[in-house]
Structure formats: structure tokens, C-alpha cells
């Protein structure tokens, strides 16, 4: 909405004091949710950065594999721990990290 505002001339004015909420249905209140959610993110990322990449679409970039390898280890390891916030966060990093590779092959 605020891109469309802008887009027709309009500027933003900040206002500190101002209420403003939206309505989220139920079903996007869960983990999964919000798991599955992070993974279209990251292949959204992807698509972009092999559309950006002018090496060869085969082989994602150095950052991309080392961020997905470095995942998959924090995976193995987070598996193991009772903090129950470790085990959600490892398991969302690894959503977006596996839609970034699924992002990139896409375009490939």
C-alpha cells in the first residue's frame, strides 16, 4: 500500500502516537507456518540472486553454499537441544536456506 501511495506522489509523514494493526487469520499463527513462509522468502532470494549472478548458474555462489553448509551443521547440532527457541530458529534459518538453493535452481 505505502509503495502505491508513493508511486502516485504522495509523501509519508511519521507519526509516533499512531495505532495501526492487521488481521491474521489463525492458521498463519504456527510455526510451520511462518517455517514454510521463510522458505518461499528464500526462494524468492535466490531466483534474484542467480538473475544477478554473472558466473555460471551450474554453481551458486560462495556465499550461498557456505551459508547452506554452515546450516545443515547448526541443523545436526540444534537437534539435539531442549532450548526449544534453538530448535525453531535452526529449523527456520534451514527453510530460507533451502529455498535459496531451490530459488537458484530455478532460474539455472
Request: charged fraction near 25%; aromatic fraction near 12%.
Amino acid at each position: 500500500m505505502q509503495r502505491r501511495l508513493l508511486a502516485r506522489g504522495l509523501t509519508g509523514v511519521y507519526l509516533p502516537s499512531a495505532i495501526v494493526w492487521h488481521y491474521v487469520p489463525l492458521e498463519r499463527c504456527t510455526p510451520q507456518w511462518t517455517i514454510e513462509r521463510n522458505y518461499r522468502q528464500g526462494v524468492e532470494r535466490g531466483r534474484i540472486t542467480a538473475a544477478e549472478s554473472s558466473g555460471s548458474k551450474a554453481i551458486p555462489p560462495a556465499w550461498v553454499v557456505k551459508r547452506y553448509i554452515g546450516g545443515i551443521l547448526k541443523a545436526a547440532v540444534a537437534r539435539f537441544t531442549l532450548d526449544e527457541e534453538k530448535r525453531f530458529s535452526s529449523r527456520f534459518r534451514r527453510s530460507y536456506d533451502r529455498g535459496l538453493i531451490a530459488g537458484y535452481r530455478s532460474v539455472s
